[in-house]
């Protein structure tokens, strides 16, 4: 039951570009809190993919870009690569009742 | 650069604790924040709960009466322990190291992980 909501899957052709969307709430996003994404490769742990809704840590490829407004964040995805199959998950922070860090639904991204 | 390797039993009894260690290498555990995060197998990711290097702590409160993190600085590692499962706990167990940036409370980001490891919660 996450509060962030993110689409089960979206696919794409390699070169292409894909966005996975992250919707929230005025207790989370809304609220101003940051929006980070992390890439989980099949059979691996979660790595930091964009982190403070936009900042790639170093090694990450220019490809992936994040953005963020409203009650919603974004990753976006160019140039598509065999590689970048994976799962897909954003990350925030709910200062409702059950105030705690929230992650989202996950997406899986498919290289068609 | 700082690594994480999580370790435990695989196989926890119902109405049993969970006990797990993380060991920090490459890195000082001191000045930092630790967190304990699972995901169910083939379900998304749910935070548990994190400790300062002080001893300090923050648990998700819909586990927070059955979650307990320390810290062992000695010997750099933290660790969790869940009690009372269910088959429900069963998942993979992954510490992370918790970035915050104190000028902007609650954004802050888990980086890196650990390889994470499957507790799974059976008689």
């Known amino acids: 039951q996450s509060v962030l909501t993110q689409p089960p899957s979206v696919s794409g052709a390699p070169g292409q570009r894909v966005t996975i969307s992250c919707t929230g709430s005025?207790?989370?996003?809304?609220?101003?809190?940051?929006v980070h994404w992390y890439q989980q490769l099949p059979g691996t742990a979660p790595k930091l993919l964009i982190y403070?809704?936009?900042n790639r840590p170093s090694g990450v490829p220019d490809r992936f870009s994040g953005s963020k407004s409203g009650t919603s964040a974004s990753l976006a995805i160019t140039g598509l690569q065999a590689e970048d199959e994976a799962d897909y998950y954003c990350?925030?922070?709910?200062?409702?009742?059950?105030?705690?860090?929230?992650f989202g639904t996950g997406t899986k991204v498919t290289v068609l | 650069q700082v690594q994480l390797q999580e370790s435990g039993p695989g196989l926890v009894k119902p109405s049993e604790t969970l006990s797990l260690t993380c060991t920090v290498s490459?890195?000082?555990?001191?000045?930092?924040?630790w967190s304990w995060i699972r995901q169910p197998p083939g379900k998304g990711l749910e935070w548990i709960g994190y400790?300062?290097?002080?001893?300090?702590?923050n648990y998700n409160p819909s586990l927070k009466s059955r979650v307990t993190i320390s810290v062992d600085t000695s010997k750099n590692q933290f660790s969790l322990k869940l009690s009372s499962v269910t088959a429900a706990d069963t998942a993979v167990y992954y510490c992370?190291?918790?970035?915050?940036?104190?000028?902007?409370?609650?954004?802050?980001?888990?980086?890196?992980w650990g390889q994470g490891t499957l507790v799974t919660v059976s008689s």
């Open positions: 490459g890195g000082s555990i001191s000045s930092y924040y």
């Open positions: 400790i300062y290097y002080s001893g300090s702590t």
């Open positions: 403070g809704n936009s």
């Open positions: 990350q925030s922070y709910d200062s409702s009742l059950s105030a705690s860090y929230v």
């Open positions: 992370a190291r918790t970035v915050r940036i104190a000028a902007r409370p609650g954004g802050d980001w888990f980086d890196p």
């Open positions: 005025s207790s989370n996003i809304g609220a101003g809190y940051d």
